[in-house]
């Protein structure tokens, strides 16, 4: 699904969509507030719940399991393992992070907008740069485009069960 409006991500220098590589946008509608939508997002340890190709995500630093600004973790998604830092933490609205491997670096946000009673609109977008994204354009953008619309897809329907269990005690 495409946006509705324009971006309304704040990009980072050198991550912006003009010059990117590779820039996916995608979008879906949800039932749920955005408080539900956020629940589920600023959790990495329940993405494998609606995303599964979000895997092996561990912390590294900062607060966990619910990200905050500067919190760095490491996954693999897409094959490729990857470590990224939260760079945009506004919680029901905004949660972003950059982040790199494998030849690549990359800006991912989300943007959470309530639309109305019972609809609220999930957008996500990233950018990447890199000869191994250069390299591999032709398969990853469509791959992209295609599980990340599953990503805002899934947590969209997840949020609308309510929000996620609270984190086990360690």
Do not use: C, K
Not at 76 to 87: K, L, N, Q, R, S
Not at 122 to 151: C, D, K, S, Y
């Amino acid at each position: 699904m495409a946006p509705e409006t324009a971006s309304r991500v704040r990009w980072p220098a050198g991550h912006e969509p003009e010059g990117a590589d590779i820039h996916a946008v995608n979008a879906a509608t949800s039932a749920a507030a955005p408080a539900e939508a956020w629940a589920w997002i600023a959790r990495p340890d329940m993405w494998g719940r609606f995303y599964t190709n979000a895997r092996l995500i561990r912390p590294q630093a900062g607060s966990w399991p619910q990200l905050q600004a500067g919190t760095r973790f490491r996954w693999m998604t897409f094959g490729a393992i990857v470590t990224t830092t939260v760079t945009e933490y506004e919680p029901f609205e905004r949660l972003a992070w950059t982040g790199g491997g494998l030849g690549a670096v990359g800006h991912h946000a989300w943007v959470i907008e309530e639309r109305g009673p019972g609809e609220t609109l999930i957008t996500t977008e990233e950018t990447q740069r890199g000869a191994a994204v250069r390299l591999l354009r032709p398969v990853l953008a469509p791959a992209m485009a295609h599980w990340h619309q599953r990503w805002v897809d899934g947590l969209a329907r997840v949020a609308e069960s309510g929000p996620p269990p609270a984190p086990s005690a360690r």
